[in-house]
C-alpha cells in the first residue's frame, strides 16, 4: 500500500484545499496513481500536526489524476480541519505532542507486543491511585469539550478487553454527558449492538476470539447496523493497520496512547455529523 504526502503551509491551507473540492483533491506535484488504486493519503500540517486517508486513484482523463475520497472520509478530514483551526470549542483543537504524565495525556499499558502470539493474561488487580488519578484529570479535561452534548440520549458502547482502558474511557465519556455501556469481546458487541440501540461504538482491534477488523466488517454487512459510527481505539499504529481498518469500515481511528482532547474531539465529531434513528430502549 503506497502513500501519498499532501504537505500544507498551516491548517488554513489546508482547510481551503478541502472547501474548494467535494470529497476530490488533485495529487501532489510529481506523484502518480492508478485509477482505482488504494493509497494512503497523509496531511502534514504545521507544527508537527498531521492526519490521514484511505483515497483510491481517479483517471480524470487527459492525464489528469486525483485521489477520490469516501464521504465519511471526506467529512472525518473536514471535522479534524474545523476542530483545529478553532471553529469547534477550543479545548477540541488543543495539539501537542503526546508526553508521559502531561495532566491531559492518558498513558496507556496496552500489553504484550502485537507480535506476540500468546500474551500473557491480564490482570484484575484493582486500579492503581495513579490510574484513579488519571481518570481524575481525564475526565475534568473532557468536561471542557462541550456544555451540551450533540444528544443527551447519545449512547456509546465501548468494546475493550483491558479493564483499566473500559474504566478510563467510560469515566472520561460519562463525565460529558454521554451514556456508555461496555464489552470485553467482539461476540459479546455483536449481541448488544443486535439488541440495543447504540449511537457509536469504539472498538479495540486486539480482542479475544473475533477481532475487532472482523466484528466492523459484520457490522457494515448487516443492513439494520450498517449506519452505526465505529471509532477505532488501538494500539496498532502502521499504515497498513490504518487502511485496513478503513476498508473494513471504520469511520475514525485512534491510536494508543491517546490523549483526552483528541480523542474527544473525534467522538464528537462522529455524533455532531451522523444523524441516527433514535436509542431504543434497553
Not at 510529481?30 to 483510491?56: C, H, K, P, Q, Y
Not at 494508543?256 to 483528541?262: V, W
Request: glycine fraction near 6%; charged fraction near 25%; proline fraction near 9%.
Amino acid at each position: 500500500m503506497r502513500n501519498v504526502v499532501y504537505r500544507f503551509e498551516g491548517l488554513a491551507a489546508f482547510a481551503k484545499a478541502l472547501a474548494a473540492s467535494d470529497q476530490e483533491l488533485p495529487l501532489p506535484p510529481g506523484t502518480r496513481v492508478d485509477d482505482n488504486e488504494w493509497v494512503l493519503a497523509i496531511f502534514e500540517l504545521d507544527a508537527g500536526r498531521a492526519t490521514a486517508s484511505a483515497a483510491r486513484g481517479l483517471d480524470r482523463g487527459g492525464g489528469n489524476f486525483a485521489l477520490s475520497f469516501e464521504r465519511r472520509d471526506w467529512e472525518r478530514l473536514t471535522t479534524f480541519a474545523m476542530a483545529q483551526s478553532g471553529e469547534m470549542p477550543a479545548a477540541l483543537s488543543r495539539e501537542v505532542p503526546y508526553e508521559e504524565g502531561a495532566p491531559d495525556s492518558i498513558p496507556i499499558s496496552v500489553g504484550p507486543p502485537i507480535s506476540d502470539p500468546t500474551p500473557t493474561p491480564k490482570s484484575h488487580k484493582p486500579p492503581s491511585t495513579k490510574a484513579a488519578s488519571t481518570r481524575r484529570r481525564s475526565a475534568t479535561t473532557l468536561r471542557s469539550l462541550s456544555s451540551e452534548p450533540p444528544s443527551a440520549a447519545a449512547r456509546v458502547l465501548l468494546v475493550d478487553d483491558d479493564r483499566d482502558i473500559r474504566e478510563v474511557v467510560g469515566a472520561m465519556l460519562d463525565a460529558v454527558g454521554l451514556k456508555v455501556e461496555t464489552a470485553q469481546s467482539a461476540e459479546e458487541a455483536l449481541e448488544r449492538v443486535r439488541s440495543r440501540g447504540y449511537d457509536l461504538l469504539v472498538l479495540d482491534w486486539n480482542l479475544p476470539g473475533m477481532n475487532g477488523i472482523e466484528l466492523c466488517r459484520l457490522i457494515r454487512k448487516d443492513p439494520p447496523l450498517s449506519w452505526l459510527p465505529v471509532l477505532f481505539l488501538t494500539a496498532h499504529a502502521s499504515s497498513q493497520d490504518i487502511v485496513e481498518a478503513f476498508a473494513s469500515g471504520a469511520d475514525d481511528y485512534v491510536v494508543k496512547p491517546f490523549r483526552a482532547p483528541e480523542l474527544g474531539a473525534r467522538i464528537f465529531g462522529l455524533l455532531r455529523r451522523t444523524r441516527v434513528p433514535p436509542s431504543s430502549p434497553s
